[in-house]
């Protein structure tokens, strides 16, 4: 579909002066050359080699006066060091706190399935809560019924056969893991329904970001990647318990278009596409609306391990035995053969920026509710506003470039609970460096009340540590700074207006006052320790990546690479409930 792109001054001036900067002498590319011609015909090569070379360690750090000054351009880079005069020289092993409660803490293997990211559901069964926190083949159920006396109720884990998910065990048939979900109450089934994706996966071996080993210069591990078995889709499952005993499969689907049958695929063997990406936006209802690339065609993003570039699908979900697809959107340039609409993208050739969806559509308010409209995050592709109210036609109305932010997620999520009250969106992508080796992730407030003009009018406030803490920057603190999520719309409760929590690596939890839109503050805060005895040293940096919020509760919980923490605080999120909820999670609440 075509999709309506606005022309806004701002949009136009950015695209200019990032062609500039990529095109620059000092911006140092590396030169293509016949050995890193990429014979796959799903591999960008649109525009000329234009890959950002290493920042020069003279043009950022501390200036004078205290502050970070970033670098502006860096290529992907997430496995060295970058170490500036001022940085500490060990990681940091105390904590900071403002106007927040530790109510309780839980270190170890068992609360961090994952040391750099995981997902989050609560259920209710028999007048007791469940968290579910897990990543793949690491899987935990807690009991959190009593926030102060968290127990273990399942585990779930590959450790056995060394990770390798071709191989089945106890827990998981070969092939088969926990992927993002969604889990909602579906009346019909007067029962939890689960919606669990199915994706590539990120961590690799066949390709690396480095030039001569990337997507484009190792064509042999482009084709290994393809010929991986796996389902790509998602998977639908019936909850009547917490533990996976408790769950009944409903339906497998294939979000591959190759396939004949989307409902009856082979997950032992390769299917094309990305699968459905991160948490499936679901409540329970009709729609559903999944990012995905549903072939190889959709090809279009410069990432040098990525090989999809992700539009949006929206499915009937009337019988969870039996989704059906309603219809498929993407921007123009995301797919081979859209060369002309790609190579206006001053990203074009850079060999860096995600482009594409990393999560799914993000909605104030349900199509089944009256709902009209929808957000979309794609990374270099900028902010797009969708039409959903028919969700078989998905259409665009607006759209907004934002300012480049090479490397890094440049765009990523987006909060919308704020909308309906305020007209404001909060749009941010996250850091992939540690020492902040990249550009700064701004969290943008977005003006959407004319949802075909969009337009930034602000931004929060960036975090700064106390002073006790003896530097002035989270840049010197080490590891990765910058904004993660604001959780998800699975949060039980109903999302208390004007506040917003991101989990923002090594500066913790920030909670920002957006009452007052035109004057958002930081209001509250938790940074952790850096690390605690089981956390190896290479996750040293990847600190707070996650905050999860029982708002019907008051308690947030906060996730971390060495445990999990238990936050309350009463003049953000209230009085909190320690002990039993007064009424079970069934639904999203919006």
Same mark, same amino acid.
């Given at each position: 579909?075509?999709?309506?792109?606005?022309?806004?001054?701002?949009?136009?001036?950015?695209?200019?002066?990032?062609?500039?900067?990529?095109?620059?002498?000092?911006?140092?590319?590396?030169?293509?050359?016949?050995?890193?011609?990429?014979?796959?015909?799903?591999?960008?090569?649109?525009?000329?080699?234009?890959?950002?070379?290493?920042?020069?360690?003279?043009?950022?750090?501390?200036?004078?006066?205290?502050?970070?000054?970033?670098?502006?351009?860096?290529?992907?880079?997430?496995?060295?060091?970058?170490?500036?005069?001022?940085?500490?020289?060990?990681?940091?092993?105390?904590?900071?706190?403002?106007?927040?409660?530790?109510?309780?803490?839980?270190?170890?293997?068992?609360?961090?399935?994952?040391?750099?990211?995981?997902?989050?559901?609560?259920?209710?069964?028999?007048?007791?809560?469940?968290?579910?926190?897990?990543?793949? #083949?690491?899987?935990?159920?807690?009991?959190?019924?009593?926030?102060?006396?968290?127990?273990?109720?399942?585990?779930? #884990?590959?450790?056995?056969?060394?990770?390798?998910?071709?191989?089945?065990?106890?827990?998981?048939?070969?092939?088969?893991?926990?992927?993002?979900?969604?889990?909602?109450?579906?009346?019909?089934?007067?029962?939890?329904?689960?919606?669990?994706?199915?994706?590539?996966?990120?961590?690799?071996?066949?390709?690396?970001?480095?030039?001569?080993?990337?997507?484009?210069?190792?064509?042999?591990?482009?084709?290994?990647?393809?010929?991986?078995?796996?389902?790509?889709?998602?998977?639908?499952?019936?909850?009547?318990?917490?533990?996976?005993?408790?769950?009944?499969?409903?339906?497998?689907?294939?979000?591959?278009?190759?396939?004949?049958?989307?409902?009856?695929?082979?997950?032992?063997?390769?299917?094309?596409?990305?699968?459905?990406?991160?948490?499936?936006?679901?409540?329970?209802?009709?729609?559903?609306?999944?990012?995905?690339?549903?072939?190889?065609?959709?090809? *279009?993003?410069?990432?040098?391990?990525?090989?999809?570039?992700?539009?949006?699908?929206?499915?009937?979900?009337?019988?969870?035995?039996?989704?059906?697809?309603?219809?498929?959107?993407?921007?123009?340039?995301?797919?081979?053969?859209?060369?002309?609409?790609?190579?206006?993208?001053?990203?074009? *050739?850079?060999?860096?920026?995600?482009?594409?969806?990393?999560?799914?559509?993000?909605?104030?308010?349900?199509?089944?509710?009256? *709902?009209?409209?929808?957000?979309?995050?794609?990374?270099?592709?900028?902010?797009?506003?969708?039409?959903?109210?028919?969700?078989?036609?998905?259409? #665009?109305?607006?759209?907004?470039?934002?300012?480049?932010?090479?490397?890094?997620?440049?765009?990523?999520?987006?909060?919308?609970?704020?909308?309906?009250?305020?007209?404001?969106?909060?749009?941010?992508?996250?850091?992939?460096?540690?020492?902040?080796?990249?550009?700064?992730?701004?969290?943008?407030?977005?003006?959407?009340?004319?949802?075909?003009?969009?337009?930034?009018?602000?931004?929060?406030?960036?975090?700064? %540590?106390?002073?006790?803490?003896?530097?002035?920057?989270?840049?010197?603190?080490?590891? #990765?700074?910058? %904004?993660?999520?604001?959780?998800?719309?699975?949060?039980?409760?109903?999302?208390?207006?004007?506040?917003?929590?991101?989990?923002?690596?090594?500066?913790?939890?920030?909670?920002?006052?957006?009452?007052? %839109?035109?004057?958002?503050?930081?209001?509250?805060?938790?940074?952790?320790?850096?690390?605690?005895?089981?956390?190896?040293?290479?996750?040293?940096?990847?600190?707070?990546?996650?905050?999860?919020?029982?708002?019907?509760?008051?308690?947030?919980?906060?996730?971390?690479?060495?445990?999990?923490?238990?936050?309350?605080?009463?003049?953000?999120?209230?009085?909190?409930?320690?002990?039993?909820?007064?009424?079970?999670?069934?639904?999203?609440?919006?």
């Amino acid at each position: 579909m075509r999709s309506l792109r606005t022309t806004a001054a701002l949009a136009t001036a950015v695209a200019v002066a990032t062609v500039a900067t990529l095109l620059a002498p000092g911006a140092t590319a590396t030169t293509a050359s016949p050995t890193t011609t990429a014979k796959d015909p799903h591999i960008p090569d649109v525009c000329e080699d234009r890959r950002p070379g290493p920042a020069d360690p003279g043009a950022y750090g501390v200036q004078l006066d205290g502050t970070f000054r970033h670098p502006a351009l860096t290529p992907v880079d997430e496995e060295h060091e970058h170490s500036f005069p001022g940085r500490n020289e060990n990681y940091d092993t105390r904590s900071y706190i403002k106007n927040m409660k530790v109510e309780a803490a839980y270190e170890g293997a068992d609360f961090t399935p994952d040391f750099f990211h995981t997902w989050q559901n609560v259920v209710d069964f028999d007048g007791r809560r469940y968290l579910f926190q897990y990543d793949r #083949s690491e899987g935990r159920v807690y009991d959190i019924t009593d926030v102060k006396k968290v127990s273990v109720v399942e585990k779930m #884990s590959r450790s056995d056969v060394g990770g390798d998910e071709t191989k089945a065990n106890a827990s998981w048939a070969a092939n088969d893991y926990w992927g993002a979900s969604t889990i909602q109450w579906n009346k019909k089934l007067g029962a939890y329904v689960m919606v669990q994706s199915f994706e590539d996966k990120r961590q690799i071996s066949e390709l690396t970001d480095e030039p001569g080993h990337d997507k484009y210069g190792n064509p042999a591990g482009v084709e290994k990647l393809r010929g991986k078995p796996g389902l790509k889709g998602f998977k639908v499952f019936r909850l009547d318990g917490p533990r996976k005993k408790d769950w009944e499969l409903l339906s497998t689907v294939s979000t591959d278009s190759t396939q004949r049958d989307p409902l009856s695929s082979d997950p032992n063997t390769a299917q094309q596409g990305s699968g459905s990406l991160d948490v499936p936006y679901w409540t329970g209802e009709k729609y559903m609306f999944i990012a995905t690339a549903p072939n190889d065609t959709y090809s *279009g993003t410069e990432y040098p391990t990525n090989l999809h570039s992700a539009g949006y699908q929206s499915w009937d979900m009337s019988d969870p035995a039996h989704p059906k697809l309603l219809d498929t959107w993407h921007l123009p340039g995301q797919r081979t053969g859209e060369d002309a609409a790609y190579r206006t993208n001053p990203r074009c *050739g850079n060999r860096t920026s995600w482009m594409g969806a990393r999560m799914p559509l993000f909605i104030p308010k349900p199509v089944e509710q009256g *709902g009209r409209y929808a957000f979309a995050a794609m990374g270099g592709y900028g902010l797009t506003v969708l039409d959903i109210s028919d969700p078989a036609d998905m259409k #665009s109305v607006g759209h907004l470039d934002l300012p480049p932010s090479v490397s890094g997620t440049e765009g990523d999520n987006i909060d919308v609970s704020q909308y309906e009250r305020t007209g404001l969106i909060y749009y941010s992508g996250y850091p992939l460096t540690e020492d902040c080796y990249e550009p700064y992730k701004d969290v943008y407030q977005i003006d959407a009340k004319d949802p075909k003009h969009p337009r930034v009018v602000g931004t929060l406030p960036r975090p700064t %540590p106390p002073k006790a803490a003896g530097f002035q920057d989270f840049c010197q603190r080490r590891g #990765s700074f910058g %904004p993660k999520r604001t959780g998800y719309y699975t949060n039980p409760g109903q999302h208390d207006a004007g506040v917003l929590g991101y989990g923002f690596y090594n500066a913790g939890v920030q909670f920002f006052d957006v009452k007052n %839109p035109a004057r958002p503050e930081i209001e509250a805060y938790f940074v952790p320790k850096a690390y605690g005895p089981e956390t190896p040293d290479y996750a040293y940096g990847n600190q707070t990546h996650g905050v999860y919020v029982e708002w019907d509760r008051n308690i947030a919980w906060v996730l971390t690479n060495h445990g999990i923490y238990a936050l309350s605080s009463q003049k953000v999120l209230g009085q909190p409930r320690l002990t039993r909820p007064e009424k079970p999670f069934r639904n999203s609440e919006f």
